[in-house]
C-alpha cells in the first residue's frame, strides 16, 4: 500500500509501505479520512523547536483520522469488525506522575501516531494499526469522514474544560483557525453569553460568522479592545489564545477584565513576550491546555459532533487524495491557510 512517508524537512514521499498486521491487543484501521495539522507543516517546513524537531524519520504521518475496523488482535472482544471509530492518536506509559492521575496527554514518554516521539504509522495510509485504547466508537448520527474531526475539536473542548465555568460568560477567541473555530462552538455549548473572535484572514472569519461569532474582528484594522468595551463595558472573563503570537496574546491580556482568565491553546515554537505588568495590575489567571484527555474529550467531542453542535461543513473546507497530500495539502496550506479551515485527505 502507499502512505505518506516522512524522511526529513520537505522530504516527504508517497511509497510503498508494508500493510500492517493485527497484533494482540490492537486494532486493524481502514483509514477513512486524515485531517492536515498545523503541526504536520511545523514538521514539514523543519521548524527548529517543539514538536517538529521529534518526529521519527522512515514513519507514515498523520494524526488526525477516523476509519473502519477491518480486524481486531487477540484479547478483544470488546469492539467489532466493520466499527467506525475515531482515534485519539497518543499513546502513554501509564506508570509517570501524569498518568497515574489520568493525565495521559502530559506523559514523560508520550508519543503520538504519524511518528512523534515513537515510530508508530499514522493515518496518511490506508491501513493503520492502533492499541484498542486509542479507539473511540462513532456515534449514531455522525459520518465517519466528518468523525476525522474528533481529535482537532477534541483540544478544543479540553480547552474549554480548562477554563472557568463559562455559562453567561464573556469570551473573546484569538484566532479563527481550526482550533479557535472549535473552540469558539465548544464556547457557545457552554453557555458563553458574549463571543469576540480575532481574526486577520476575511476567510476565517466569514467562517466564524456562520458559526455564532457574536462579533467579529480583524486585529490588522481595528483595535479588538473597543469590541470589547462596547459588548461588555468591563473586558472580558475569559480569553483563549489559539495563535502563537506576541500581538494577539497581548491583545488578550489587555481585553481581560480585572481577574479575568487567559487560557493559552497555541502550540508555541518560541518564546512568548507577555507584559506582566498589565497582567499584575489586573491579577489575572493564566492556565495552559495540553491536547486533550482522551477518556473524557473525546466521547464528549464526538457526541457534539454527532449532535450538530460542530458545523462540519464549515469546519471541512476541502477533501484530496494521498498522491496530492503534498501540493493540494501541505503547500496549498504553507501558501493559502488563510483559505482553508480544514483539509481532509481520503487516503484509500
Same mark, same amino acid.
Given at each position: 500500500?502507499?502512505?505518506?512517508?516522512?524522511?526529513?524537512?520537505?522530504?516527504?514521499?508517497?511509497?510503498?509501505?508494508? &500493510?500492517?498486521?493485527?497484533?494482540?491487543?490492537?486494532?486493524?484501521?481502514?483509514?477513512?479520512?486524515?485531517?492536515?495539522?498545523?503541526?504536520? $507543516?511545523?514538521?514539514?517546513?523543519?521548524?527548529?523547536?517543539?514538536?517538529?524537531?521529534?518526529?521519527?524519520?522512515?514513519?507514515?504521518?498523520?494524526?488526525?483520522?477516523?476509519?473502519?475496523?477491518?480486524?481486531?488482535?487477540?484479547?478483544?472482544?470488546?469492539?467489532?469488525?466493520?466499527?467506525?471509530?475515531?482515534?485519539?492518536?497518543? &499513546?502513554?506509559?501509564?506508570?509517570?506522575?501524569?498518568?497515574?492521575?489520568?493525565?495521559?496527554?502530559?506523559?514523560?514518554?508520550?508519543?503520538?501516531?504519524?511518528?512523534?516521539?515513537?515510530?508508530?504509522?499514522?493515518?496518511?495510509?490506508?491501513?493503520?494499526?492502533?492499541?484498542?485504547?486509542?479507539?473511540?466508537?462513532?456515534?449514531?448520527?455522525?459520518?465517519?469522514?466528518?468523525?476525522?474531526?474528533?481529535?482537532?475539536?477534541?483540544?478544543?473542548?479540553?480547552?474549554?474544560?480548562?477554563?472557568?465555568?463559562?455559562?453567561?460568560?464573556?469570551?473573546?477567541?484569538?484566532?479563527?483557525?481550526?482550533?479557535?473555530?472549535?473552540?469558539?462552538?465548544?464556547?457557545?455549548?457552554?453557555?458563553?453569553?458574549?463571543?469576540?473572535?480575532?481574526?486577520?484572514?476575511?476567510? !476565517?472569519?466569514?467562517?466564524?460568522?456562520?458559526?455564532?461569532?457574536?462579533?467579529?474582528?480583524?486585529?490588522?484594522?481595528?483595535?479588538?479592545?473597543?469590541?470589547?468595551?462596547?459588548?461588555?463595558?468591563?473586558?472580558?472573563?475569559?480569553?483563549?489564545?489559539?495563535?502563537?503570537?506576541?500581538?494577539?496574546?497581548?491583545?488578550?491580556?489587555?481585553?481581560?477584565?480585572?481577574?479575568?482568565?487567559?487560557?493559552?491553546?497555541?502550540?508555541?515554537?518560541?518564546?512568548?513576550?507577555?507584559?506582566?505588568?498589565?497582567?499584575?495590575?489586573?491579577?489575572?489567571?493564566? !492556565?495552559?491546555?495540553?491536547?486533550?484527555?482522551?477518556?473524557?474529550?473525546?466521547?464528549?467531542?464526538?457526541?457534539?459532533?454527532?449532535?450538530?453542535?460542530?458545523?462540519?461543513?464549515?469546519?471541512?473546507?476541502?477533501?484530496?487524495? $494521498?498522491?496530492?497530500?503534498? &501540493?493540494?495539502?501541505? &503547500?496549498?496550506?504553507?501558501?493559502?491557510?488563510?483559505?482553508?479551515?480544514?483539509?481532509?485527505?481520503?487516503?484509500?
Amino acid at each position: 500500500m502507499k502512505g505518506a512517508v516522512y524522511h526529513g524537512p520537505r522530504d516527504i514521499r508517497i511509497e510503498d509501505v508494508p &500493510e500492517p498486521t493485527p497484533q494482540p491487543g490492537r486494532l486493524l484501521i481502514e483509514v477513512s479520512r486524515n485531517g492536515i495539522c498545523g503541526s504536520d $507543516l511545523h514538521t514539514y517546513v523543519g521548524a527548529s523547536k517543539g514538536g517538529a524537531t521529534m518526529h521519527v524519520p522512515g514513519i507514515v504521518l498523520g494524526h488526525e483520522f477516523a476509519g473502519t475496523v477491518r480486524d481486531v488482535g487477540d484479547g478483544i472482544d470488546d469492539i467489532a469488525v466493520g466499527t467506525h471509530v475515531a482515534i485519539a492518536p497518543i &499513546e502513554w506509559c501509564g506508570s509517570c506522575y501524569s498518568c497515574t492521575h489520568s493525565w495521559p496527554q502530559m506523559c514523560r514518554k508520550l508519543g503520538l501516531y504519524g511518528g512523534y516521539r515513537l515510530p508508530l504509522h499514522g493515518g496518511l495510509a490506508p491501513l493503520v494499526s492502533v492499541s484498542r485504547r486509542s479507539a473511540f466508537e462513532v456515534p449514531e448520527g455522525l459520518g465517519v469522514i466528518e468523525a476525522a474531526l474528533a481529535e482537532p475539536m477534541a483540544v478544543a473542548v479540553h480547552a474549554v474544560r480548562r477554563a472557568p465555568n463559562l455559562l453567561g460568560a464573556n469570551v473573546m477567541v484569538l484566532g479563527a483557525g481550526p482550533i479557535g473555530l472549535g473552540v469558539l462552538q465548544s464556547a457557545i455549548a457552554a453557555g458563553a453569553r458574549t463571543t469576540i473572535v480575532t481574526e486577520i484572514s476575511e476567510a !476565517r472569519r466569514r467562517a466564524a460568522a456562520r458559526l455564532g461569532a457574536g462579533a467579529i474582528v480583524d486585529p490588522s484594522a481595528d483595535d479588538p479592545r473597543t469590541a470589547v468595551r462596547d459588548l461588555t463595558g468591563h473586558g472580558v472573563d475569559v480569553v483563549f489564545e489559539t495563535t502563537a503570537n506576541d500581538a494577539a496574546l497581548s491583545q488578550g491580556i489587555r481585553s481581560l477584565r480585572p481577574r479575568g482568565t487567559l487560557v493559552s491553546v497555541a502550540g508555541w515554537g518560541e518564546l512568548a513576550r507577555v507584559d506582566m505588568g498589565v497582567s499584575m495590575a489586573k491579577e489575572i489567571d493564566i !492556565r495552559f491546555t495540553m491536547t486533550y484527555e482522551p477518556a473524557i474529550d473525546y466521547p464528549a467531542t464526538l457526541s457534539m459532533l454527532a449532535s450538530g453542535a460542530f458545523d462540519t461543513d464549515v469546519l471541512i473546507s476541502d477533501h484530496i487524495p $494521498l498522491d496530492r497530500v503534498i &501540493e493540494d495539502g501541505l &503547500e496549498e496550506l504553507l501558501h493559502h491557510a488563510d483559505q482553508h479551515v480544514k483539509i481532509l485527505v481520503d487516503p484509500s
